[in-house]
Every structure is written in C-alpha cells, then in structure tokens.
T-cell receptor, first 114, second 118 residues
C-alpha cells in the first residue's frame, strides 16, 4: 500500500463546475496535510494546508480533512481553464527528525474544458 | 515570502560526466534542505535530506555515492550527479522548510532543474 494515494485521473470537468480531488494516507499519526498545484515543467506551488479535522476554505478552494478515515480532499469551485494542472497531495509524516519532510501522492491531472 | 533558487534551470550532459546542481535559500537560512526527483508523469520522490554541517540522509534505494550532497553553508546545498547516465535524466527539485516557529509547516520549493543525459 502506498503511503499517500490519490484517486486516479485524469479528471475532466467543464468550466464553472466543482472539481473534487481525493487523497488517502496510511500513517495514522500524520499531522500536516498539503495540496500543491504543479504545472507542466514547473515545481509545485502550495494551494492549501490543513491540520485539523473539518473544512478549510480559501477563495475557490476548500480542503477537507478526516483523520479518522485518513482522508483529505480538495474541492475547487467555479473551475477555470487556468486550474488545469496536476494536483499533488502531500503529507508530513509523524515523528522523525527532519521537519518539513513530505511524502507526496502520485498526483491527479485535472483538465478544465471551456 | 521566502524564496529558493536553483541553478542551472536545465542542463544537458554526456553520459559518464558529472553534473552539479545548486540550491540556494535567498532570504532565509536553511539548516535543512530536501532534494526530490520527478520522472515524467510521476510524483515527487524524496531522494535525500541535506543537513548543514553534517552528512546528508538518503532515502532507501538512493545511491549516496552517485548523488553527492553538500550543505556547506546555511543558504546553499548542492547535488552532484556523478557519472550520469540516461536513466538519471529527470527533473530535480530542492526545497527548504521556513525558519523559526513555522519550520514544521510546508516547504518552499525551488524552480527545479531539468537534467538530460545523452
């Protein structure tokens, strides 16, 4: 079982729709969860971070965390063509000596078509 | 916000040669930096953790003698790919956690270095 697993893509949604991206993780002690967006040929950029159960909203983006189910999701409302990218779920493992060390999921390719 | 730079942004080299990639934190000190590798259509895989003033910590399966990491100052870490081969062609990305109380927060990523080995 992969440590961080994302729903297989690619995901295609029409402009203006809600895009839903999902991620599960295996380390029950994980405390920090992140969603990154990566355009082709570029490095990842942080979209959302979430640390507590529940929802966290930032503009058109909403991250949801359920630690009991070891599940984190990202909703993108009013999707735009510029949102077309690969979305990476990242989890910071519990414990360890390297602060900031992240484990990434395999990514979900999102395409928003006009 | 904090900025991390990488140099070069892309490099093409012949098989058997060595290539050095630099990662710099521009406006903050980074005692720890991370090196990732990303093959086409795959996710980021952590290669090693670079520690200022001490040896790097390599992830399982990463050859430490092939991927030499030096973190000689608080703002610079280097990754040297020794005796590069075509299978080493990849996108190499470094990152650093923010300093101070937010060091358990996420990481600042460099723009990446595209390595092509002919």
């Amino acid at each position: 079982q992969k440590e961080v697993e994302q729903n297989s893509g690619p995901l295609s949604v029409p402009e203006g729709a809600i895009a839903s991206l999902n991620c599960t993780y295996s380390d029950r002690g994980s405390q920090s969860f992140f969603w990154y967006r990566q355009y082709s040929g570029k490095s990842p950029e942080l979209i959302m971070s979430i640390y507590s159960n529940g929802d966290k909203e930032d503009g058109r983006f909403t991250a949801q965390l359920n630690k009991a189910s070891q599940y984190v999701s990202l909703l993108i409302r009013d999707s735009q063509p510029s949102d077309s990218a690969t979305y990476l779920c990242a989890v910071r493992p519990a414990g360890g000596t390297s602060y900031g060390k992240l484990t990434f999921g395999q990514g979900t390719i999102l395409t928003v078509h006009p | 916000g904090a900025v991390v730079s990488q140099h070069p942004s892309w490099v093409i080299c012949k098989s058997g040669t060595s290539v050095k990639i630099e990662c710099r934190s521009l406006d903050f000190q980074a005692t720890t930096m991370f090196w990732y590798r990303q093959f086409p259509k795959q996710s980021l895989m952590l290669m090693a953790t670079s520690n200022e003033g001490s040896k790097a910590t390599y992830e399982q399966g990463v050859e430490k003698d092939k991927f030499l990491i030096n973190h000689a100052s608080l703002t610079l870490s280097t990754l040297t790919v020794t005796s590069a081969h075509p299978e080493d062609s990849s996108f190499y990305i470094c990152s650093a956690p923010p300093p101070g109380p937010r060091r358990t927060d996420t990481q600042y990523f460099g723009p990446g270095t595209r390595l092509t080995v002919l």
